[in-house]
C-alpha cells in the first residue's frame, strides 16, 4: 500500500468506508496503470483478475471508470478530495474535472473546493496549503483559459461544471465548445487534449443519458471515477444496476456503523386509516408530526446545552403530492385551527411551480434552514428536493397521500439522515430521523428490509409528545446573586425567566445593582474561574483569597475594562475594583465547591460476561424455506455448511447451529460462557418446536437463518453482560473543574415545584422541576427517584451541610469500565468532608455493575482527598445509600458511618 494512503487518511481524518475506498483506488491505479490511449480492454482485465474486484464486470463507458457507492451521509465529497489529494502526491495527475449534475450541488461543490471555507476538502494537506489547487468552475472558465499557459508544472487544477455546460444545446453550453483565440481551440478541446484529466462524476446515476453519456465520453479522461449513493439506473418501475462498481457501501451499513441517523416510522397503535377522509388523516399526520418535531427541538437544545456543543434547530419536511395540495397544507399550517396558529411565518413551500420573489424567498430561506435563527420550522415540498440539498438538521418526514414507498425510504430519508455533530451521541432523540406514515407503515417498513435494513418503530400515541415540553437553563446561583443573569431561564431564545419557589437562595436581591457594577463581576468571575483551572498558580480555593491571586484578578479586570469591550468604565477608582472583585471572590467561594481534576480508569485484567437470562422470542416466527433457496443463500454468503443439506456433516445437537453463530462475535468466549450458550440456544429450539411441525422444518430454520438467529441472541445478551476491572488507577492534575449551566426538560405547563412538599405520583417525578433550595449550587434541580427527593431534603435540614448539588455530565472523569463513565447522583460539601453520595434502590445494592461503579468512586475519592489534604482541602468519601435508608430521622453523619465506600469496595456497615 502507497505511503501516501496512510497519511491522507490522517490528515483528512477519514472514516473506514472512505479509507477503504482510497485504498482501492491505490490498488487499482499499481495493478492497472490506466494512461492516456491505452487499451480499456486491458485495464478491465487487470482489474477482474483480483477475486475481490469480480463484481466490476464493464466499465459501461469509453475509457476505464469505476462507482464507488457510497450512502447518503458517509462523506463523497471529501471522499474527491482524498482521492485528487493521493493522484497528485502518488502518480503526479495535475488535473481534475469535478461534474455536478445541477446548479445546487454545483455550487455546493465550488464552495467546497475553495480555500478558508467550513468544509475545505483539502484542510490538512500540507502540499496544498502552501500551494492551492487552481479552480476553474463553469462560470470563471473563459476568464482563466487567457492564464491557462502561464500555469507551472507542478500546479494542479481543479475544473468544476454543472452538466448543463455540456451537455445541453444552451448558450453556456456552446460557449464551451467556441473556438478561444487564446487557446487555439475550444475549451472543451483543451480539456480533452490533457493527458492526465482524471474525472470524477458526483451522483454518478445522473450520467448515463444518451446526451450527458457521450459529452463525458468526448473528454477522453484517463480514468472515471463515480461516486453516488444508488448505483443503478432507473427508468419507471425498472432498475439497472451499474456493472462497474468497485466498492459498494450501502445505507444499512452506514446505519449498522452508526454515520448517519437511525431512522423511525412512527404510527399510532390499531391505527386504521379507512374511516377518515384525506384531510381529516392530513391534519392528524401533520399535528403527529408537530408533536414529534416540539419534542425533539427540546431534546437538542437540552443535548447542546449539557454538552456545550452548538444549537441545532430541527425542522419538519411535509412531502405533498402537487401544487394545490402543497397550498392547502401550508394554509392549515398557518391557520389558528393548527395549534392556535403557531407555526404561521413559519413554513416555506417549495416545487416547481414557484417563481419570481417568492420562488427566491423561499429558496434563500430553504438554504438557510440549518440556521438557528431562522425562523422556519416546516418545508413543504412536491418533489423537489432531491440531490445537493444536504441538512443535517431535518429530524422529522411527513409525507402524505400517495408518495411511493421505495421513492420516500431512498430520496426523501436520504434528505435527512446525515448527522448534525458528525457522529450519534448516544442520545436517541438526536440521533433519530422519525417519519410520521400512519397509513404506509408496513409499505415502509417492507421497503425498508428489501435494502436490508430496518426502521424502529414510534408509536405516536403512546410516545412522551403529547405534552408539550420546554427546556429550562439553571445558571450556577453564584451568577444570579451577583446579579450577572436570572437563575433559570427558558431555553427557547426568549430570554424569560421561569418563577422560583418562594424562599430560595437565588431569590434574594442580587449584591451587584448598577450597570457598572455588573460588568465589573462579570469580567471578575471570568477572572476568577480561569484561574482555577490554573494548574500552577491556584492549588485549592483557598488561593483565591490571597493578596497575590487577589491582585492578578484585578489585572485581568483592568485588561478587560481597557482592551475596547467595555470603553464606559474605564475611569473606576482602583480601590473599588478591588472591592468588587473581592467581594466576587467571596460570593464564588461561599456558592461553589471546589473538585479536583482526577481521572480514573480501570486497570489490570478487566473481566466480562454474561448474566443467565430468558430470551424474549414471543414476536419472532423464522420459517423454513426451499431446499433450492437454502442452498443459494448458503453458498451467496460464503458459509461451509451445505453438507448439512447434501448428506455431509450435521449437527447432532439442534443446539449447537446456534453456538456456532455465537461464537463467531468478539466478546463470547466458548471456554467462559459454554453452560450459558447452550442454555439459550435449548431456549430458541424449543421456541422453534414450539410452532414448527417437525424436526426437519426446525433444522431447515437453524440452516437458513444462522446468522439472524445469532445476531438475534447476541443482541439480547448484550442487555445481560457485566465488565469488572481488577482495580483502578487514577491521574491528578492542578486546577479544579468548573461547574458550568446545566439544562432540563420539563413539560411546558408545570411550575417549579417546592422540593420538600411530597409528592403524590411519584413515577412521573422524573417529568418534574423543582426548587426553594438554601445549599444547592442550583435554583433548579430533577430527580430520577422520590428517593433522590428526600435525600435533598435531608441535606437542606441538615446543619452540617454546606453545600450541594446533581452534577451533569463532564463534571467527573470516572471510568468504571472499558468504555462506560459514571456521574455520581449528589456532591455534597459539609463543615469538613466532600462527599459523592449514590442514593440506590435497595435491591440493587449487590448488582455488579453498582459494585464496579462504588470501586472506581471510591478510588476517585482516595486520589482526590490525597490531593485536597496536600493543598488545605478537606478529605473525600463516596456514600452508596439503600433508598429505605434515607428517612426523616437520619442525619447526613449517620449515613456517613454506615454507608461509606471503602477503595476496596466494602462498605462501613
Not at 465488565?723 to 405547563?749: C, H, K, L, N, W
Amino acid at each position: 500500500m502507497s505511503r501516501h494512503v496512510n497519511a491522507i487518511s490522517g490528515r483528512l481524518s477519514l472514516r473506514d468506508p472512505q479509507r477503504e475506498s482510497l485504498e482501492i483506488l491505490d490498488r487499482v491505479m499499481e495493478i492497472a496503470q490506466p494512461h492516456k490511449g491505452g487499451d480499456p480492454s486491458k485495464v478491465l482485465a487487470a482489474i477482474r483478475a483480483e477475486e475481490r474486484f469480480q463484481s466490476v464486470e464493464d466499465f459501461e463507458r469509453a475509457f476505464p471508470s469505476l462507482c464507488f457507492a457510497l450512502a447518503t451521509g458517509v462523506g463523497k465529497t471529501r471522499l474527491m478530495g482524498a482521492f485528487i489529494s493521493y493522484l497528485y502526491l502518488e502518480h503526479g495527475i495535475r488535473n481534475f474535472f469535478v461534474l455536478a449534475p445541477n446548479l445546487t450541488i454545483y455550487n455546493k461543490l465550488v464552495v467546497d473546493f475553495t480555500p478558508n471555507t467550513p468544509k475545505y476538502v483539502f484542510q490538512g494537506i500540507a502540499e496544498f496549503a502552501v500551494k492551492a489547487p487552481a479552480i476553474v468552475t463553469g462560470d470563471n472558465y473563459e476568464d482563466v483559459s487567457a492564464r491557462i499557459n502561464l500555469f507551472q508544472d507542478d500546479d494542479v487544477t481543479i475544473n468544476v461544471f454543472n452538466i448543463a455546460k455540456f451537455a445541453s444545446r444552451s448558450k453556456d453550453a456552446r460557449k464551451v465548445w467556441r473556438l478561444s483565440e487564446l487557446l487555439g481551440q475550444s475549451y472543451f478541446d483543451y480539456l480533452a487534449g490533457l493527458d492526465d484529466l482524471v474525472i470524477l462524476m458526483d451522483e454518478a446515476h445522473r450520467y448515463r443519458a444518451g446526451a450527458s453519456m457521450k459529452s463525458i465520453e468526448d473528454l477522453d479522461p484517463v480514468l472515471g471515477i463515480e461516486l453516488t449513493a444508488t448505483p443503478q439506473v432507473q427508468s419507471g418501475t425498472r432498475k439497472t444496476p451499474f456493472k462497474n462498481v468497485i466498492y459498494n457501501y450501502p445505507l444499512a451499513a452506514a446505519m449498522r456503523d452508526g454515520y448517519v441517523k437511525e431512522p423511525a416510522v412512527g404510527t399510532r397503535r390499531d391505527f386504521d386509516h379507512r374511516s377518515m377522509s384525506e384531510a381529516q388523516l392530513d391534519q392528524l399526520k401533520l399535528e403527529d408530526g408537530v408533536r414529534l418535531h416540539e419534542a425533539v427541538k427540546v431534546h437538542l437544545e437540552v443535548y447542546a446545552q449539557e454538552n456545550g456543543f452548538h444549537r441545532v434547530k430541527p425542522f419538519m419536511l411535509v412531502v405533498a403530492t402537487e401544487t394545490d395540495h402543497a397550498n392547502e397544507i401550508v394554509a392549515l399550517i398557518e391557520s389558528e385551527a393548527f395549534f392556535e396558529g403557531r407555526y404561521k411565518g413559519r413554513v416555506i413551500q417549495v416545487h416547481s411551480g414557484q417563481s419570481g420573489e417568492e420562488k427566491d424567498e423561499n429558496v434563500a430561506r430553504l438554504l438557510a434552514v440549518e440556521d438557528p435563527d431562522e425562523k422556519t420550522e416546516i418545508v413543504v415540498h412536491v418533489n423537489m428536493l432531491k440531490e445537493g440539498w444536504d441538512v443535517t438538521n431535518l429530524y422529522t418526514i411527513v409525507p402524505l397521500r400517495a408518495a411511493a414507498s421505495s421513492t420516500l425510504v431512498e430520496q426523501t430519508i436520504g434528505r435527512g439522515l446525515r448527522l448534525p455533530y458528525g457522529k450519534r451521541t448516544g442520545v436517541i432523540e438526536v440521533d433519530t430521523l422519525t417519519v410520521v406514515a400512519h397509513d404506509r407503515f408496513q409499505e415502509i417498513v417492507d421497503e425498508a428490509k428489501k435494502g436490508g435494513y430496518s426502521f424502529r418503530t414510534l408509536n405516536v400515541d403512546e410516545a412522551d409528545v403529547e405534552t408539550r415540553k420546554q427546556s429550562v437553563v439553571a445558571a450556577p446561583v453564584v451568577e444570579s446573586i451577583l446579579g450577572l443573569q436570572p437563575a433559570a431561564v427558558r431555553g427557547d431564545g426568549s430570554a424569560e425567566s421561569v418563577a422560583l419557589p418562594a424562599g430560595s437562595s437565588a431569590s434574594a436581591p442580587p449584591r451587584f445593582e448598577t450597570e457598572e457594577q455588573r460588568a465589573v463581576a462579570r469580567l471578575a468571575l471570568d477572572a476568577i474561574r480561569r484561574a482555577a483551572r490554573d494548574t500552577e498558580t491556584v492549588s485549592g480555593p483557598a488561593a483565591l483569597g490571597t493578596e497575590a491571586v487577589q491582585e492578578r484578578l484585578v489585572a485581568d479586570v483592568k485588561r478587560g475594562l481597557t482592551s475596547g469591550q467595555l470603553p464606559l468604565f474605564t475611569d473606576l477608582d482602583d480601590a473599588v475594583l478591588a472591592e468588587i472583585v473581592k467581594e466576587t471572590s467571596d460570593v464564588y467561594l461561599a456558592n461553589t465547591i471546589a473538585i479536583p481534576r482526577v481521572i480514573v480508569h480501570p486497570t489490570g485484567e478487566v473481566r466480562a460476561g454474561f448474566r443467565a437470562f430468558q430470551l424474549e422470542l414471543a414476536d419472532f416466527r423464522l420459517q423454513p424455506v426451499s431446499r433450492e433457496i437454502l442452498v443459494q443463500n448458503l453458498v451467496s454468503d460464503r458459509q461451509q455448511i451445505i453438507g448439512a443439506l447434501e448428506g455431509g456433516h450435521q449437527e447432532e445437537r439442534f443446539e449447537d447451529y446456534v453456538v456456532r453463530g455465537l461464537i463467531d462475535f468478539d466478546d463470547v468466549s466458548y471456554d467462559d460462557h459454554a453452560d450459558l450458550l447452550y442454555d439459550l440456544a435449548a431456549q430458541f429450539v424449543a421456541h422453534l418446536r414450539g410452532y414448527l411441525a417437525n424436526d426437519d422444518e426446525v433444522r431447515n430454520v437453524l440452516l437458513f437463518h444462522q446468522r439472524t438467529i445469532a445476531n438475534l441472541v447476541h443482541a439480547q445478551m448484550q442487555n445481560h453482560s457485566w465488565e469488572e476491572a481488577t482495580s483502578y488507577e487514577a491521574f491528578v492534575s492542578s486546577g479544579f473543574t468548573e461547574i458550568r449551566q446545566q439544562a432540563f426538560v420539563a413539560p411546558e405547563d408545570q411550575p417549579v415545584r417546592q422540593f420538600d412538599v411530597p409528592i403524590n405520583n411519584r413515577s412521573e417525578i422524573r417529568s418534574m422541576l423543582f426548587g426553594g433550595f438554601q445549599r444547592c449550587l442550583y435554583p433548579t434541580q430533577k430527580f430520577d427517584s422520590d428517593s433522590e427527593r428526600r435525600f435533598a431534603v435531608l441535606l437542606e435540614r441538615d446543619e452540617t451541610v454546606e453545600k450541594w448539588f446533581k452534577p451533569g455530565k463532564g463534571v467527573f472523569q470516572i471510568r468504571y469500565t472499558g468504555d462506560h463513565d459514571y456521574e455520581p447522583d449528589f456532591v455534597v460539601e459539609t463543615r469538613d468532608a466532600k462527599l459523592l453520595c449514590e442514593p440506590k434502590n435497595a435491591g440493587a445494592m449487590k448488582d455488579q455493575t453498582v459494585i464496579d461503579k462504588a470501586r472506581a468512586a471510591a478510588t476517585w475519592c482516595e486520589n482526590a482527598s490525597r490531593y485536597e489534604l496536600e493543598n488545605g482541602g478537606k478529605p473525600w468519601k463516596y456514600l452508596l445509600i439503600p433508598h429505605d435508608q434515607i428517612k426523616d430521622n437520619m442525619s447526613l453523619e449517620g449515613l456517613i458511618r454506615s454507608w461509606t465506600v471503602e477503595q476496596h469496595g466494602g462498605t462501613t456497615a
